[in-house]
């Protein structure tokens, strides 16, 4: 993996020398420092400032850029200006603005496709007056007030269709009414979040992944082991996507990990609001030399985890 994430950083080396950039900084989950071994994506710093701060990115471990921003201090980071993530493809994924380390004004997120996904605002790091999001379709998915980084008030949920799915007023818990999209009540029990179910439950997935992952020959031959971290999001519809490898183990245990999670089949949508929903998880493809199905050490039972990202 180092050797790896070297060979990128040396691509297109004069670029790299022109911005005089300081040595990468390899990164976790959490955002924390770490050791290679350990890390999830990089932070590049250049070393000359722009207008008094220090342009910086943030890339995946296979060079894919995630995230641009500025520094306003490199010891300790201290983020300001405009920070702007990014999809895989290279899309805008959202943006806002930094002042003293915490997002602050205008907070905009984007589908894939450059439609508007969620608009709202930041104050010192906390969310504040009306959030809105959008279903791709255009129609409007949530709206309701924050205050101090706390729902509050009342709040409605919409189907794309624009028929109404909920309505709660934050702070009665018995108030949640939810609609059914032909405009009936909903009379079953008030789920306010409802995960995506694999056919057979979790622990179906879990053995899904075991009996469908190929130990690569050229990692078998090398004696390469350990997990590769992949994230993928179960779509609205129930169908997994954008997968990418989020911590690798070599080129053929990566593409072998994407490879499984690509087939998993159809999960049952996850719901919030009784409003279908899309969720992120990340889950760990176990990788070892003597591992069969039939005899030597078992892939851990890990099931995902869901992957949760935000500016706060």
């Given at each position: 993996?180092?050797?790896?994430?070297?060979?990128?950083?040396?691509?297109?080396?004069?670029?790299?020398?022109?911005?005089?950039?300081?040595?990468a900084v390899y990164l976790n989950e959490q955002n924390q420092e770490a050791v290679p071994d350990s890390a999830t994506?990089?932070?590049?710093?250049?070393?000359?400032?722009?207008?008094?701060?220090?342009?910086?990115?943030?890339?995946?471990?296979?060079?894919?850029?995630?995230?641009?921003?500025?520094?306003?201090?490199?010891?300790?980071?201290?983020?300001?200006?405009?920070?702007?993530?990014?999809?895989?493809?290279?899309?805008?994924?959202?943006?806002?603005?930094?002042?003293?380390?915490?997002?602050?004004?205008?907070?905009?997120?984007?589908?894939?496709?450059?439609?508007?996904?969620?608009?709202?605002?930041?104050?010192?790091?906390?969310?504040?007056?009306?959030?809105?999001?959008?279903?791709?379709?255009?129609?409007?998915?949530?709206?309701?007030?924050?205050?101090?980084?706390?729902?509050?008030?009342?709040?409605?949920?919409?189907?794309?269709?624009?028929?109404?799915?909920?309505?709660?007023?934050?702070?009665?818990?018995?108030?949640?009414?939810?609609?059914?999209?032909?405009?009936?009540?909903?009379?079953?029990?008030?789920?306010?979040?409802?995960?995506?179910?694999?056919?057979?439950?979790?622990?179906?997935?879990?053995?899904?992944?075991?009996?469908?992952?190929?130990?690569?020959?050229?990692?078998?031959?090398?004696?390469?082991?350990?997990?590769?971290?992949?994230?993928?999001?179960?779509?609205?519809?129930?169908?997994?996507?954008?997968?990418?490898?989020?911590?690798?183990?070599?080129?053929?245990?990566?593409?072998?990990?994407?490879?499984?999670?690509?087939?998993?089949?159809?999960?049952?949508?996850?719901?919030?609001?009784?409003?279908?929903?899309?969720?992120?998880?990340?889950?760990?493809?176990?990788?070892?030399?003597?591992?069969?199905?039939?005899?030597?050490?078992?892939?851990?039972?890990?099931?995902?985890?869901?992957?949760?990202?935000?500016?706060?």
């Amino acid at each position: 993996m180092k050797a790896l994430l070297a060979a990128l950083l040396l691509v297109g080396g004069a670029s790299v020398a022109e911005a005089q950039s300081l040595p990468a900084v390899y990164l976790n989950e959490q955002n924390q420092e770490a050791v290679p071994d350990s890390a999830t994506h990089y932070r590049v710093v250049e070393q000359q400032p722009e207008n008094g701060l220090y342009p910086m990115r943030e890339y995946a471990l296979n060079g894919t850029l995630l995230l641009r921003g500025y520094l306003e201090s490199l010891e300790p980071p201290k983020r300001s200006g405009l920070f702007t993530t990014y999809y895989p493809s290279g899309a805008k994924a959202s943006q806002v603005n930094f002042q003293n380390d915490q997002p602050n004004g205008v907070y905009v997120a984007w589908y894939e496709d450059g439609k508007v996904q969620e608009r709202g605002e930041y104050y010192n790091g906390e969310r504040t007056g009306r959030w809105l999001s959008v279903h791709r379709n255009g129609q409007r998915r949530s709206t309701g007030m924050y205050h101090q980084n706390q729902p509050t008030g009342e709040w409605r949920y919409y189907y794309s269709s624009g028929q109404p799915a909920a309505v709660e007023q934050i702070g009665q818990e018995a108030s949640a009414k939810l609609f059914n999209e032909d405009g009936t009540r909903h009379d079953g029990l008030v789920q306010r979040r409802q995960a995506p179910e694999f056919p057979g439950g979790e622990q179906a997935l879990v053995e899904y992944l075991i009996q469908h992952t190929v130990y690569p020959k050229d990692a078998r031959r090398k004696g390469i082991t350990g997990k590769v971290y992949v994230t993928y999001t179960v779509g609205e519809d129930g169908r997994v996507g954008q997968v990418r490898v989020l911590r690798g183990l070599s080129p053929e245990a990566d593409l072998e990990a994407k490879r499984v999670v690509e087939s998993l089949p159809r999960f049952r949508p996850g719901r919030e609001y009784n409003v279908p929903t899309s969720f992120t998880y990340t889950v760990p493809i176990y990788f070892a030399p003597q591992f069969n199905l039939f005899g030597g050490p078992k892939p851990p039972p890990t099931p995902p985890v869901e992957a949760r990202a935000n500016w706060e």
